[in-house]
C-alpha cells in the first residue's frame, strides 16, 4: 500500500513556474514508476509525465514537453513536478500516481495509488 500526498500548487501568472512535489508513505517507493496526470474541468484526466523507478527515464506529453520536468528523490520517497513557462490551458488539478508495473505507462488504468491532488491556477 501506498499513500501519496501533494502539495505545491497555487495561483500564478503566464509565464511563471511552480514546482509541484509528492510525498510518498511506505518502504518501496523505489520501485514504483511514477506519474503525473492533471484533470480540467470538463475534461478527462490526462497524463502529463512519468518516471521510472530510478529516474533513469522519463516520458512526457507533447503539450508540456521542454516546459514540465519530473524528477524524483527515491531517499526522500518524493517525486516532483517542475513547471516551467506555464499557460493558462494548463489550469487543472494535478495528481500523482504510482504504478507497480515495470514500464513507464500513460493510461490511467495502469496505475495503482493516486493523490488527492494539488490545484494549479494560471492566469492570463
Known amino acids: 500500500q501506498v499513500q501519496l500526498v501533494e502539495s505545491g500548487g497555487g495561483l500564478v501568472q503566464a509565464g511563471g513556474s511552480l514546482r509541484l512535489s509528492c510525498a510518498a508513505s511506505?518502504?518501496?517507493?523505489?520501485?514504483?514508476?511514477m506519474g503525473w496526470f492533471r484533470q480540467a474541468p470538463g475534461k478527462e484526466r490526462e497524463f502529463v509525465a512519468a518516471?521510472?523507478?530510478?529516474?533513469?527515464?522519463?516520458y512526457y506529453a507533447d503539450s508540456v514537453k521542454g516546459r514540465f520536468t519530473i524528477s524524483r528523490d527515491n531517499a526522500k520517497n518524493t517525486v516532483y513536478l517542475q513547471m516551467n513557462s506555464l499557460k493558462p490551458e494548463d489550469t487543472a488539478v494535478y495528481y500523482c500516481?504510482?504504478?507497480?508495473?515495470?514500464?513507464?505507462?500513460?493510461?490511467?488504468?495502469?496505475?495503482?495509488?493516486w493523490g488527492q491532488g494539488t490545484q494549479v491556477t494560471v492566469s492570463s
Open positions: 518516471i521510472s523507478w530510478n529516474g533513469g527515464s522519463t
Open positions: 500516481a504510482a504504478s507497480r508495473l515495470m514500464t513507464i505507462i500513460t493510461t490511467n488504468r495502469h496505475y495503482d495509488y
Open positions: 511506505g518502504r518501496t517507493f523505489s520501485s514504483y514508476v
